[in-house]
């Protein structure tokens, strides 16, 4: 993005002034996240458990005031992106869809978290600063209970105007790269065992899957459909669609990938309001967001300048649709 450079340090001194309207009314599913982000950012460390589950190496941390978090730190494991996390959170609420849980960069001493991860060989991969601190994604710790969110096969058809999709790319994608080469002895997509989808659980979600489905794609979080949709949680059984787990996002490398095209292609059916807001974001305004963040920068020009490329594809795509289907169809909610 030619001269962005300039253009952040200036959104860097003003962002105070020009976001803190926007901040004030920012929040998680309609929350405010003014004091979550404060004790994020500020309180000191109560107490330190290692994290459960996941490949990467994590840590749940409580504060002195009591608010929860779950601390990602820097490390080499390839799909464990901080910075994606961070990123995440800020284009949630720039995009206005309140559905990333507060999070913020915060650096700790290591000497903080060492005792929790004592004999966990994953420590080798940590970023390890020479002062002996560790920067990372630091989130909010949701209280409630997360559900998966178990749809069945073919759930598909509910964010499509057609309705036939011989192979899914909304699975693994090593199963995904199987299926289109013909994987032997299957004739439809990876796990035939699971039961046919019937109605949604609710009758926000399918809006809620094709929100979700849109802001992995702009994000870039390839790692979001294995694992028997694992990282697919309602705030509840029945709740609101949550967009967790955003680490395997903001690739450095190439910025269009085979793998989140065909989920976006996949997508047939919009939430206008979501559409509206991705042709209102502005990736300069985003970037001087980003400049908030403790940990700023979070993204670098090649990152951003991709966003700004995934953008462009949503809207030429959801534009094709229209033409193709129809607005009645296409914006189904």
């Given at each position: ?32 996240d003014v004091d979550r982000i404060e004790a994020l950012r500020t309180a ?228 206008r309001t979501t559409i509206e807001a991705v042709r209102k974001l502005d990736?300069e305004r985003f970037a001087g967001r980003l400049q908030s963040d403790p ?39």
């Open positions: 993005m030619p001269g962005i450079a300039p253009i952040l340090l200036l959104l860097t001194l003003l962002w105070p002034l020009l976001g803190a309207s926007q901040e004030a009314s920012d929040g998680f599913l309609g929350e405010p000191e460390i109560a107490e330190v458990t290692k994290g459960k589950g996941g490949r990467s190496l994590a840590f749940k941390i409580t504060l002195a005031d009591g608010t929860r978090g779950y601390f990602k730190p820097k490390q080499t494991f390839s799909a464990a992106h901080w910075y994606s996390e961070v990123a995440a959170y800020y284009l949630d609420r720039e995009l206005g869809i309140g559905r990333v849980p507060p999070t913020t960069g915060r650096e700790f001493r290591w000497s903080e978290l060492q005792q929790a991860a004592k004999g966990d060989a994953r420590v080798s991969e940590l970023r390890i600063a020479q002062d002996g601190t560790v920067k990372g994604a630091f989130i909010w710790w949701i209280p409630e209970p997360l559900k998966r969110v178990r749809m069945g096969r073919k759930w598909e058809r509910w964010i499509r105007v057609q309705k036939s999709l011989p192979i899914t790319p909304y699975q693994r994608p090593v199963d995904y790269r199987a299926d289109l080469r013909g994987r032997p002895g299957l004739r439809e997509a990876t796990d035939p065992s699971r039961p046919i989808a019937q109605a949604p659980d609710t009758e926000e979600r399918p809006a809620e899957l094709s929100d979700l489905i849109v802001f992995d794609y702009l994000t870039q979080n390839v790692d979001r459909w294995g694992g028997d949709f694992t990282n697919v949680r309602s705030r509840g059984a029945g709740g609101p669609l949550i967009c967790l787990d955003n680490g395997a996002g903001f690739w450095l490398g190439e910025q269009r990938l085979g793998l989140m095209e065909a989920r976006l292609k996949a997508l047939q059916r919009f939430r990736i940990l700023a920068p979070v993204l670098n020009e090649k990152q951003l300048d991709g966003l700004a490329q995934r953008r462009r594809a949503v809207l030429e795509h959801v534009d094709a649709m229209v033409t193709r289907f129809g607005e009645g169809q296409v914006f189904a909610w």
